[in-house]
């Protein structure tokens, strides 16, 4: 089944495992959030259990060697008007939503050191703005 639209993270490769797997899960619910079209219903098992619902698509997981390689994708989708989630190396040091504002308000797209990415959008924009990406191993 093919989607018109994509979601796609792009975490720093260098992080260690509870890093990365932090990041994806933080970036992949701000799209859940932010479009609520993108998630189904809840499940409801043989015993009448509710469960969570699941993002309706799949979610690409890339890496990024370096940071020149999360900057350029995180370029080419604001070129493209996509959108984007942030995950910045300071919000490793946060305890809470509000010093997560206060850390990304202190920066601008110029002085952040992202350290992932999310992104959402039209299938062709996504790629084009993660050309020369590879899948997270």
């Known amino acids: 089944m093919e989607f018109e639209n994509k979601i796609a993270i792009v975490i720093n490769n260098g992080l260690l495992n509870w ?4 990041v994806a899960s933080f970036l992949a619910s701000s799209v859940a959030i932010k479009f609520p079209e993108t998630h189904g219903k809840s499940f409801i098992n043989a015993s009448k259990s509710e469960y969570l619902p699941f993002i309706k698509q799949p979610i690409l997981i890339y890496k990024a060697d370096n940071q020149a390689q999360i900057d350029r994708a995180f370029s080419r989708a604001k070129q493209r008007e996509l ?14 939503e509000e010093e997560n504002h206060i850390e990304i308000g202190k920066l601008t797209d110029y002085n952040q050191t992202l350290v992932g990415i999310i992104i959402y959008g039209e299938n062709k924009k996504v790629n084009k703005a993660l050309n020369g990406l590879k899948f997270h191993g």
């Open 19 to 22: 890093q990365k797997l932090n």
């Open 83 to 96: 959108n984007i989630g942030i995950y910045t190396d300071s919000l490793f040091s946060t305890k809470n």
